[in-house]
């Protein structure tokens, strides 16, 4: 582009803004481009949030597979733990015991999924002593009495507290399930709480694993053993590859079949919200074509006097080609600005409002976090930035181009 068009462009810039009505186009161009281009980015940094916080905090506490004993529980799972380590790909095994209960409370029973952890290897495979105080993880770290740690939702369901004592009822004989009449009472001590999140908070306690394979009779036998890996998204297979190499039946699950749909959404709103905005900032492109070519109809007398001085038609269309993509340039200046500026604050501007007009915006009795998660991706600026820019470079171009189809006699007899 030559310096006689970026001239020229830069002046017909200036110049347009003495006219009102299309300076107004001008500016609405601009504007859109803008909010189109920050609230991209936005809402890209809110879904890239909460695929990190899925990642490090649900699959955080949430094993990343599990191999469970199919008839009979699983005995040898020191043999197992260290076979599972040899496999590339997987990180950390720990052995696990599961089963069901129900708390009694003052209006009916509760559900509750028991786990019994290793405190010592659990840490290797888990996150949860970051959710849980270094006080109440000891207690049951000893591994001796009946204590408990609880999600923060059970407890508030249950208007109970740490220190408390509980009543469960649970089956003594898997081979009864049906039959309550079999089902035992038994009392634990809350030692602790951990605040997670959705679901698994509200139905899920954690006990020592001894003191569980005691419930059960379990001797050294243990329900299954946890895995986890270096990436959490070859899960499925490392399992399978792994599962496949044991003598003993086992069930082979992983956290796709129980949480992959948290997943999927993400990636699902996060498609749909690209596509919708991509297109409001086309939209917001196409006022550029509306604000050129009421340019050149402006223009047609100035345009007519260059070409007869001699300006070539390309040197014509590069400038109103530039003086177009100034309407782009600015637009996605100020909307990266805006964009970054609330993205990396993101969660705690909807903190702001949420005590400013007393809502919540996510509730933790529904979704795995209970706050509003933001990760700036500076791929996301640019690929926004980019798309912004070159969808404003197509919307210059024919406007441009009918510049050069001015016939000068015509416009200037006109004129």
Not at 263 to 286: E, H, K, P
Request: aromatic share 10%; proline share 2%.
């Amino acid at each position: 582009m030559s310096r006689l068009a970026l001239k020229l462009g830069w002046r017909f810039y200036r110049a347009r803004q003495s006219n009102g009505f299309i300076g107004f186009i001008s500016f609405a161009s601009t504007a859109g481009i803008a909010l189109g281009v920050a609230v991209l980015i936005i809402l890209l940094s809110a879904m890239n949030g909460f695929q990190y916080e899925l990642e490090n905090r649900l699959l955080g506490v949430i094993p990343h597979a599990e191999v469970i004993g199919a008839e009979t529980p699983i005995e040898n799972w020191k043999t197992i733990a260290d076979s599972a380590q040899k496999i590339n790909g997987i990180e950390a095994a720990a052995p696990f015991m599961r089963f069901e209960g129900l708390i009694q409370k003052n209006k009916g029973f509760q559900g509750i999924n028991i786990v019994g952890i290793d405190t010592k290897l659990e840490p290797k495979v888990s996150k949860l002593p970051q959710f849980v105080s270094q006080h109440d993880w000891q207690t049951i770290a000893k591994g001796e009495g009946n204590h408990i740690i609880v999600g923060h939702n059970l407890l508030k369901k249950l208007e109970l507290k740490i220190g408390d004592t509980i009543s469960m009822y649970m089956l003594n004989d898997s081979k009864h399930s049906a039959n309550l009449n079999k089902a035992k009472s038994q009392r634990f001590i809350i030692s602790g709480t951990y605040k997670l999140g959705g679901e698994l908070e509200a139905t899920t306690a954690y006990i020592p694993l001894s003191y569980a394979q005691k419930l059960l009779n379990a001797g050294d036998g243990v329900t299954g053993v946890r895995l986890k890996m270096n990436d959490v998204f070859v899960a499925p297979y490392l399992v399978r590859e792994f599962g496949y190499t044991l003598k003993q039946i086992v069930y082979m699950t992983d956290w796709t079949r129980t949480q992959g749909h948290i997943y999927q959404d993400i990636q699902l709103v996060r498609m749909v919200m690209y596509l919708a905005l991509a297109l409001v900032i086309a939209v917001a492109c196409f006022n550029v074509v509306s604000t050129l070519v009421m340019s050149v109809r402006d223009k047609q007398s100035e345009i007519a006097i260059l070409m007869t001085m001699g300006i070539k038609r390309k040197a014509m269309m590069q400038t109103f080609i530039f003086q177009g993509m100034l309407n782009g340039v600015v637009g996605c200046f100020l909307g990266v600005m805006i964009g970054v500026a609330v993205a990396l604050n993101l969660s705690d501007i909807a903190q702001f409002f949420e005590q400013l007009f007393h809502f919540k915006i996510l509730s933790g009795d529904v979704y795995f976090i209970d706050f509003l998660p933001s990760k700036l991706q500076w791929s996301d600026v640019y690929l926004s930035l980019v798309i912004a820019l070159v969808l404003s470079f197509i919307s210059t171009i024919y406007p441009a181009w009918q510049a050069t189809k001015v016939e000068p006699s015509r416009a200037l007899s006109g004129a």
